[in-house]
C-alpha cells in the first residue's frame, strides 16, 4: 500500500493513504491495514495531534510508558499504536505525556508474545508481517548515542542463568564509553538451591563472586562493583539501590543488558523499592513513578526506545534501556511462544540421566552389547537444541543439567565411527526430528559441530566445568568423582566431548559455577 509520507523534525510519518482521493471504496487498493478515515477534517485533526504529540520540545512528547516508544494514532502497523486519538488529546491538554499504555504493551501485559523487533524467527514463520518492526541495530545506536557521550552511571545487567551468553565484553564500551559500571546479577531466585551465592556462608558467597568478577576481567571489563539481586524475591534489591546512589554523584542511571536479561524487571523493583517509606533508599519523588513502570514481559525486545524515570530528587533520571539482541543466542532462533516456553517458572534443578552402556574401540569382542559391530559412545540429547557426544570419559563421570523442564532430557548410545565422519565432514549431521523447537532448528539450517573439547580432570577431581550453550538458561556441569580406592593412574584424564547446537548459536566451556559440594552420585549416573 502506497503511503504519502511527509518530513519532520522527528522523523517519517504517514500522514495520508494514497487510497484516500483514488476512487470508490470498493477499489482492491483500499485494502489496506490504515485506519480509514473518511474526512479531510480527520487528516487535519491527526495531523494537528501529531504536531502537538512531537513537537521540538523532547519533553513535551506523548510516549507509551511501558516500552517508551512515541504515541501516535495514525498507523496500527506501526509502534506505539493508540486506537482513541481523543484519548491522546485529552492526555496532551492535560500534560500527563507518560501516562498512556500502546496496544502492543496492552496485550504483552495479558501475556500475549506481541513481537517490537526485526529477528530471524519472526522472519521465517510471518509472525510480524502486519508491523513495521525496529531492527536490532536501530535499538543499539539509540543507546549508544544517549550514554557513551553523556556523563552518567552504567549498571549491567548479566543473567545469572544465561550468564556466558548475556555478557556483553568489549562491546560494552563501544555503547557506554568511560563510564563506570555497575555489574549485576539476576534471575538469582531461579538457581538451584545448591549455588553458592545462595549460602549463608560468607566463604562460599566469596566463591561465587571471585568466579563472577573472573568471568569479567576475562572479557576485559572492570566493574566498580559486583551484585546478585532477585527482582521478584526483592532479595538483594536494597544492597544495590543503596550501592547506586553512592556511586551515582550526580549522574544519570543508565540500566544496560541484553534482551530479556531482566532490565525492566529490575527498573521496577528498583523504583519500587526507592518508593516504600519503609526503605532506607525512599525517595519520596519515586512514589509517583512507581504507579506507571516499564512493561516487564518474556518477549525479547519488549522495551523499544529508553524510559526516562524521575526517581532522584536532585533532578537525575533513570533509565531502563532496549536490549540489546546478540545475534549467537538462543531466543532469536525461535518462535515468540517458543521463547515463552523455554523462560523457567521455578528454581532450576539438576537431571543426571542414567548413563547407557558404551563400547570402546580397545573393547574385546565378549566386552561388546549384543548386536555392537561398532564402537559407540554415550550421547546426550537435549530438546530439540542440543546434543552432547561424551566420546570419553574417566570412571566416576557425570554430566548434571540444569535448565528449563520444557527441554526433554535423555542419553542413548550413539556411532563413534559415525561422529568421527561427521567431524571430518563425510557424513552429514543428523537434523533434530523431534523435541523443543526442533522445528525452528529445521527452518534455521539445521545443526552443526559447535564445540570441541578437551576437559582436563586433574588429580583432584570434583566439578571440572560448565558447558553452557548461549540463549538456554541454565548448563551442563560436567563432574568426575573417582571411585574410592582408584588409583592416580588412569587410563584418560580427560572427558573428551563435542557438542552439536543450531547453526549461528555460541557454546561456551567455561569454569564452573561454584556449587555447595553435593555427595557423590550413585553409579546408575556415572561412567
Known sequence: ???????????????RPLWANAGPRNSPVVRSRRPQLDHDDDFDRLDDLHDRLYGPNPSTRMVCYGCGVSLQASNPSQSGFVASAERLEEKVRHKQYDHLLCARCQELSHGKMIPGVEDFAQKVVGL??????????????????????????????????????????????????????????TKMDLLPRQA????????????????????????KLTVVSMHAVSAKTKEGIDEVVADIKQQRLGRDVYIVGAANVGKSAFTRAFVKEMSSMSSKQFDPLA??????????????G???????????????????????????RMPHILTPDE??????????????????PVVTDDADDEDRAPGATQATHTCYTWGGLVRIHVIDAPPGTSLTFFGPEALELSAKPSSTDELKGMLQGDVPLKQPEE????????????????????????????????????GI???????????????????????????????????????????????????????
Open 1 to 15: 500500500n502506497l503511503i504519502d509520507v511527509r518530513q519532520c523534525g522527528s522523523g517519517m510519518r504517514a500522514v
Open 302 to 328: 519488549t522495551t523499544l526506545s529508553s524510559i526516562p524515570l524521575e526517581v532522584f530528587q536532585s533532578g537525575e533520571k533513570l533509565y531502563d534501556t532496549p536490549g540489546l539482541h546478540i545475534h549467537h
Open 196 to 219: 553458592a551465592v545462595l549460602s549463608r556462608d560468607p566463604r562460599e558467597q566469596d566463591a561465587f563472586f571471585d568466579w563472577f568478577e573472573d568471568s569479567l576481567l576475562f572479557k
Open 128 to 185: 510480524g508481517d502486519e508491523q513495521e518492526l525496529l531492527t536490532p541495530q536501530q535499538l543499539r545506536d539509540e543507546l549508544g548515542s544517549k550514554v557513551k557521550n553523556s556523563r552518567s552511571l552504567v549498571v549491567l545487567l548479566v543473567d545469572l542463568l544465561d550468564f556466558s551468553g548475556t555478557m556483553l565484553s568489549n562491546s560494552v564500551r563501544d555503547l557506554v564509553g568511560r563510564n563506570p559500571i555497575i555489574a549485576v546479577g
Open 339 to 356: 521463547n515463552k516456553g523455554l523462560h523457567p517458572r521455578k528454581r532450576l534443578v539438576g537431571r543426571t540421566p542414567e548413563v547407557v
Open 287 to 300: 512514589i509517583a513513578k512507581s504507579k506507571r513502570l516499564p512493561m516487564e514481559s518474556s518477549m525479547p
Open 435 to 470: 523435541g523443543f523447537g526442533a522445528d525452528s532448528v529445521a527452518t534455521r539450517g539445521g545443526m552443526r559441530i559447535a564445540k570441541k573439547a578437551a576437559i582436563n580432570v586433574g588429580k583432584k577431581g570434583g566439578t571440572l566445568a560448565d558447558v553452557a550453550v548461549s
Open 473 to 527: 538458561p541454565g548448563w551442563v556441569q560436567v563432574r568426575c568423582d573417582e571411585p574410592s580406592g582408584a588409583s592416580g593412574a588412569m587410563r584418560t584424564r580427560s572427558v573428551r566431548i563435542v557438542v552439536e547446537a543450531p547453526k549461528g548459536i555460541e557454546v561456551f566451556v567455561r569454569p564452573p559455577m561454584p556449587m555447595i559440594e553435593r555427595r557423590q552420585p550413585d553409579d546408575s549416573s556415572t561412567w
